[in-house]
T-cell receptor, first 112, second 112 residues
Framework: NAGVTQTPKFRILKIGQSMTLQCTQD?????MYWYRQDPGMGLKLIYY???????DKGEVPNGYNVSRSTTEDFPLRLELAAPSQTSVYFC???????????FGPGTRLTVT | GENVEQHPSTLSVQEGDSAVIKCTYS??????FPWYKQELGKRPQLIID?????GEKKDQRIAVTLNKTAKHFSLHITETQPEDSAVYFC???????????FGKGTTLSVSS
């Protein structure tokens, strides 16, 4: 099993550009999550999904959108990138017990 | 809203000493409390977790204690080693068990 994979690993965006961060898991987990981690800070939940077709906002959803058309994939869309979105983005998934969350390797995004 | 406070933010110990990190949470409905270790440039990884029907859990040199009445839980690492140096995050489940809220992290440095 590859676990949780994310692409790209790194990306530099100009202000106002858009992009999609990809996340895929092969563990057949229903629950998937997107977090951002700013330097010296903990992880802040952006959006989460409890299953295909169902998504909900976390702590910091503004400026982001998600979709969940399949169990495996949970892409995060940034529209009109802003410098405040410079961060490391982690995708995670968890199984039916909603216990351990498995994290992807992260995407380091810089908006200039 | 829900909140998890984590202390201290940095902790330096000598190899072989014990380290204790403490967290408090606000949502009395929380019933799952994981601890994650994050090495520099890597993804967070679960090291131990505890559910609210248990007061203490041990795994070799690592233990977690939970006081539901006081709404706090702690991570104890005994016989610390240089490879324990990392950032440690506590977390508590919220939103009816669908998501985690993280503390801001503790940077542990173990010197030999």
């Amino acid at each position: 099993n590859a676990g949780v994979t994310q692409t790209p690993k790194f990306r530099i965006l100009k202000i106002g550009q858009s992009m999609t961060l990809q996340c895929t898991q092969d563990m057949n987990h229903n629950y998937m999550y997107w977090y951002r981690q700013d330097p010296g800070m903990g992880l802040k939940l952006i959006y989460y999904s409890v299953g295909a077709g169902i998504t909900d906002k976390g702590e910091v959803p503004n400026g982001y959108n998600v979709s969940r058309s399949t169990t495996e994939d949970f892409p995060l869309r940034l529209e009109l990138a802003a410098p405040s979105q410079t961060s490391v983005y982690f995708c995670a998934s968890s199984g039916p017990q909603r216990g351990e969350q498995y994290f992807g390797p992260g995407t380091r995004l810089t908006v200039t | 809203g829900e909140n998890v406070e984590q202390h201290p933010s940095t902790l330096s110990v000598q190899e072989g000493d014990s380290a204790v990190i403490k967290c408090t949470y606000s949502d009395s409905a929380s019933n799952y409390f994981p601890w994650y270790k994050q090495e520099l440039g890597k993804r967070p990884q679960l090291i131990i977790d505890i559910r609210s029907n248990v007061g203490e859990k041990k795994d070799q040199r690592i233990a977690v204690t939970l006081n539901k009445t006081a709404k706090h839980f702690s991570l104890h690492i005994t016989e610390t080693q240089p490879e324990d140096s990392a950032v440690y995050f506590c977390a508590a489940v919220y939103q009816a068990g669908t998501a985690l809220i993280f503390g801001k992290g503790t940077t542990l440095s173990v010197s030999s």
